[in-house]
């Protein structure tokens, strides 16, 4: 059997900087046409004029003869200002701003301590009509952190829609049915990514026989009727719901310690896996949509014009990947992946 869609486009990516890029930037530029590029590195790209060298060394990065385009974005704080935004808006490659509660999650120190400080960015965001992309969590230490990203959505979420009734939003990774309803029930101008592991795993694959530090990620997996929302969701053909990886290399030896870092890698079969989860739910034609329409639509970009073509052949990622001096663990490794990507349609 086989599948041939749009070539699509990851909404959510992490590719690190420095030698990191070398090992992670052709596994996505092999299967996606562009892909939203985040800008928590240490130190963030908070400037335009850091997001465009970034973009640089990403672009070096790519496979000979690759067309990849990445999508900068700009590192919202408590010092961003409305100048910075108007730039970023006529910049061309700056297509968001994102947004992370400072403490969140990985290199998110430097993030908004409290939203009300960056009121006149957004209003900038709003004026320009560039999208805010949201990580929706609480950093409240006493809520669960279960919890976090249903009590985000009333806390931060709904008044900010309501404050900024124009802003259009991006809200990340989404892993609960509440936000899911959430995002439906507040129109077109909010947007949101699902990530491949929170379509194909709840939050039992965290202790499966032991703890698995390998699919740990922020916001973490939750309960199977979460689970179940966003695959419905996904599946729905609602424009609202597009694919983000959330793809997130960290070094084995950082994620296989005692306090190991959120994240999973997922970018080396980053479509193959959604085509997993869209023929277990008997949706393979909703994938094209999700992957390759609907997040292009809402960026206000063209969708990409080349295509792809999927195989259902199992293939095993290997064990590990370099990446640089370390080893990168790869979401289902030394497992099988349904799905393969057919070699005359890499990118
Ligand atoms: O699991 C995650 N990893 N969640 C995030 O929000 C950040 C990301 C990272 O940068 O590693
Ligand atoms: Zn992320």
Redesign the pocket.
């Known amino acids: 059997m086989q599948l041939t869609i749009l070539r699509p486009d990851d909404w959510h990516l ?1 590719l690190r900087d420095g030698q990191a890029l070398n090992a992670v930037v052709p596994h996505t530029a092999h299967r996606f046409g562009r892909a939203v590029v ?1 800008p ?1 590195l240490k130190p963030p790209v908070t400037t335009v004029e850091a997001a465009r060298l970034y973009r640089e060394r990403i672009l070096a990065a790519r496979p000979s003869g690759s067309h990849f385009e990445p999508l900068m974005t700009l590192y919202l704080t408590d010092a961003t200002n409305a100048a910075e935004i108007k730039r970023a808006k006529a910049s061309g490659f700056v297509h968001a701003v994102k947004y992370y509660p400072a403490g ?4 998110s120190d430097a993030g908004v301590t409290g939203l009300e400080r960056a009121y006149d960015a957004l209003a900038a965001l709003e004026e320009h009509d560039l999208p805010l992309l949201v ?1 929706g969590e609480t950093t409240d230490p006493t809520v669960d952190i279960f919890d976090r990203e249903a009590v985000f959505i009333d806390r931060v979420m709904k008044p900010v829609c309501d404050r900024f009734p124009r802003l259009r939003i991006v809200f990340e ?1 989404v892993t609960t049915r509440d936000a899911v309803d959430f995002v439906r029930s507040a129109g077109r101008r909010i947007g949101a990514t699902i990530t491949p592991q929170h379509l194909l795993l709840n939050r039992n694959a965290l202790f499966q026989g032991g703890i698995r530090p390998h699919n740990y ?2 916001p973490v997996l939750k309960r199977e009727l979460h689970r179940q929302a966003l695959v419905e969701a996904a599946i729905s053909g609602s424009p609202q719901f597009f694919l983000g990886t ?1 793809s ?1 290399p ?1 070094a084995r030896h950082t994620k296989e310690t005692t306090c190991g ?4 890698y997922s970018a080396h079969a980053g479509i193959e896996l959604y085509a997993e989860a869209f023929e277990a739910a008997g949706a393979l034609d909703k994938l094209e949509g999700f992957a390759s329409m609907f997040g292009a639509d809402f960026y206000g970009l063209p969708r990409n014009t080349d295509s792809i073509t999927l195989i259902r052949e199992s293939w095993s990622p290997p064990a590990s990947y370099g990446f640089g001096d370390h080893e990168l663990v790869p979401f289902r490794a030394g497992e099988t992946i349904a799905w393969s990507l057919r070699d005359d349609t890499q990118g």
């Open positions: 992490h985040m928590n969140a999650t990985t290199n990580h990774h990620c922020l959330d997130a960290h870092c959120a994240g999973i």
